[in-house]
């Protein structure tokens, strides 16, 4: 595997936040100084390196259960990751679209003799999320030398968009060369954690029920609990202030919780908190959810690819992500590795074609605008701030490119609308079955795959 520019990293985070500002509407992002989210991005890597933003998403919420809808017009998962993946997949339907009736498409090959595409020589996928995602890959120990070298205070803001790419090099040559210093360290320290390496049995996809609505802030923000007074303290503050006046070694903690009928966290002091290499669900307050982590997520796409079934049909291949790059925040390359691809180790017996994938794992000196902390950092009333309600979708296709949810319908959705094609977002199960159906249509019976006739 060919080693990454020094600069790569900050170089797609660059480019992420810089779409952030220039392209993505007002509507649905966070109000100044009281709200936060997290953002996704998908960026295709042409033969020649040139870098292009194909599909973004940004959100931290999750829907209950009682919520979901077996019609498929609401997303039940909103987290940034899920919505620029799927995103992702309306903007791969159209360059199939194009590949299959003699346009040119950046993507895929024209159909060969069994009708299906492959991708063209050169093109890779690479993902950015400006948060380490929630789940597995989140929990590792706190204070280590890898996380230290993570701040430059560098945060991309609309009017230091051009600035970033200027000056991210030099910031991505200083921090990288530290976290591989001490990279033995982080997993001497990982591997004290419980852990279970028995491998998940259901990792490519059961159903089970969680705890939903806010994305997993990490519980880095344990360090802002030694900031509240005790008589504020929530459940929980009180082991972090036993942790801060005993120096016991603690871990950064995801809010996902344990699958039902798995391994549970045994909320230990310390290293002894939480439970790894576990399935979990999407974190936050509320009602049950079915919505499985980011983590346990992304490591599905490191073995089936992130094309999803539908897609697989007109494809030779499945796509996998060749890098995933995360903005600053707390991070650990090897939390990070384990998440996302050690659980999978143990899958065997794969059809063609599929395989255990390892991306790279890399992170980035820049922070995203409107993440927590950089948000938490410029408000005037930090007691008040909130993840902003709404999620924004977009992806490089012709036509409504861009969509606004809130709780899984299209922003402005009424009782009245709710069901009906205006209540939908492009990237709701029905629209991207419906997308599925116009390209199948489109082409006569022997010009199909062999699974479709």
Known sequence: M?????????????????????????????????????????????????????????GSKCIGRSKMRLEGDVLHDSHAEIIARRAFLRYLYHQLQMAYHGQHSAVFTTPGADCRCGLKPGVKFHLFTSHTPCGDASIFPKGS????TIDHGFVVRPERVSQ??????????????????CDQEQQKASKKLTTNKEYPHCLLGEKVGSTS???DKNVDEGIKFEERTENKVKEGDTLCEKVKKTSEPDVHRTGAKCVPGGLQDPLQ?????????VLRTKPGRGERTL??????????????????????????????????????????????????????????????????HQ???????????HHREAVLEQSSTPDKLMPAPAAIMWAAFPGRCTDVSVNGY????????????????????????ETFKQLLNSLSVERRPASLR
């Open 213 to 215: 609505d806010s994305h």
């Open 291 to 356: 919505s499985l982590s980011c983590s346990d997520k992304l490591a599905r796409w490191n073995i089936l690819g992130c094309q999803g079934a539908l897609l697989s049909h007109f494809m030779t291949e499945p796509v996998y992500f060749s890098t995933i790059v995360v903005g600053r925040c707390p991070y650990s390359s090897y939390a990070m590795y384990r998440g996302i691809v050690d659980r999978c180790a143990g899958i065997q017996d794969l059809p063609p074609a599929y395989k255990l």
């Open 410 to 433: 299209r922003q402005g959705t009424t009782r009245k609308t709710m069901g009906s094609p205006q209540a939908r977002v492009f990237t709701c199960r029905k629209e991207l079955f």
């Open 145 to 148: 030398k890898s996380e230290e």
């Open 2 to 58: 060919d080693r990454l520019p020094d600069n790569f990293a900050d170089r797609i985070a660059s480019l992420s936040c810089e779409h952030y500002v220039r392209r993505l509407p007002k509507k649905g992002k966070p109000v100044e100084g009281r709200e936060w989210t997290l953002m996704a991005t998908v960026l295709k890597q042409d033969e020649d390196g040139s870098l292009d933003v194909v599909a973004m998403g940004t």
């Open 269 to 277: 002091g310390g290293l002894d908190y939480h439970q790894v290499w």
């Open 359 to 369: 991306p790279r794992c890399v992170q980035s000196c820049l922070q995203f605008c």
């Open 164 to 181: 970033a790419s200027q000056n991210s090099p030099q910031l991505g040559t200083q921090k990288r060369k530290a976290e591989n210093a």
